[in-house]
């Protein structure tokens, strides 16, 4: 295993733990604490320094190169999903006219988390499968 | 969708029993990369490919071969 598998093991894991430690305060604390289940997340700012001096290459180069791509599908996918259920729940099931502008900033954040949580996913799936080389 | 295989595991043999980690070392990759290709997890790019072939001190062709017919599904 490299480290890049390393610190997607490491994001994968930390995520599992934030969403658990969310569902688990939500009842009790209610949605706006709840969410500062997320910040045990930052433990990964430290991610860089597993393996920073393990060397890479091309293949290295490409999986990172893809998974950063379908994370950021992954990411917009969820941004717009999310912006589509706070208008379907505002509108429609609660029956107000105007959304919160406190709503952006959470699906914002939801987009990064999905980011990061689909990257971890994709780097984990192509380091087990076949890989097309191109130019890197 | 193209097949290309390789015979780097019976090259490395023929060559002294060469181990993977030399040969990572000679065509500036990872090991698991060698391993990904000895598997056909993985198809190297014409640079990748021209450095093991060097390494081997033969051709590309010697060491990937190119199946016609499974590009031509």
Known sequence: MNAEQKRAWLS??????????YLVLLPLFGPV??????????????????????????????????ATLAGAMASYG???LGCMG?????????????????????????????????RSIAILVLYGRHVEADNV | MSEITNSIRRLRFDHNEMTQEELAKQAGCTR??????????????????????????CRVEDVFTFSEDASTE
């Open chain 1, 12 to 21: 994968v894991v930390t995520m599992s733990v934030c969403v658990v430690g």
């Open chain 1, 33 to 66: 604490v709840a969410f500062a289940a997320f910040a045990f997340y930052g433990i990964n700012g430290f991610a860089g320094l597993i393996g920073r001096h393990e060397k890479i290459d091309e293949r290295d180069k490409n999986i990172a190169r893809r």
């Open chain 1, 78 to 80: 969820a941004f717009i």
């Open chain 1, 86 to 118: 706070a208008w379907e729940v505002v509108w429609h099931l609660q029956g107000k006219d105007m959304v919160s502008v406190h709503i952006l900033p959470n699906i914002t954040i939801l987009g990064g988390i999905v980011f990061f949580f689909a």
């Open chain 2, 32 to 57: 698991q990369t060698i391993i990904a290709l000895e598997a056909g997890k993985y198809t190297p790019s014409l640079a990748l490919a021209f450095r093991i072939a060097r390494s081997f001190d």
